[in-house]
């Protein structure tokens, strides 16, 4: 059930910077809700980037901790993912999704996705 909105993806140089960022549709609050942005690189599967829970708990998972931060504003319906020191095994298709909990080993709303490209 897609109720999340992904933007923010582009094209950028290996060491540059994006903020990807997660809406949430108008009469969908998130503030109740964690969000985890997962990523999946052609041939790859979906992998675990980074979850903030309803109450602002941040967590990293695997090579990206150090150089992306997750924040959320519940006033904007909002979840961002800020991503520094971007490298090119950074490239993939990244989604948002929302739940009860970080750590689930499924998610109830998804959105589309947005393109990661970083180029070497």
């Known amino acids: 059930q897609s109720r999340l909105v992904e933007s923010g993806g582009g094209l950028v140089q290996s060491g540059g910077s994006l903020r990807l960022s997660c809406t949430a549709d108008?009469?969908?609050?998130?503030?109740?809700?964690?969000v985890i942005w997962f990523r999946q690189a052609p041939g790859n599967e979906l992998e675990a980037v980074s979850c903030?829970?309803?109450?602002?708990?941040?967590s990293y998972y695997g090579s990206v901790e150090g150089r992306f931060t997750i924040s959320r504003d519940n006033g904007k319906n909002t979840v961002y993912l800020q991503m520094d020191s971007l490298k090119p095994e950074d490239t993939a298709l990244y989604y948002c999704a929302a739940d009860s909990l970080c750590g689930l080993r499924t998610y109830k709303y998804w959105g589309q996705g947005t393109q990661v490209t970083v180029s070497s």
């Open positions: 108008p009469g969908f609050s998130f503030n109740n809700f964690a």
């Open positions: 903030i829970s309803s109450t602002g708990t941040a």
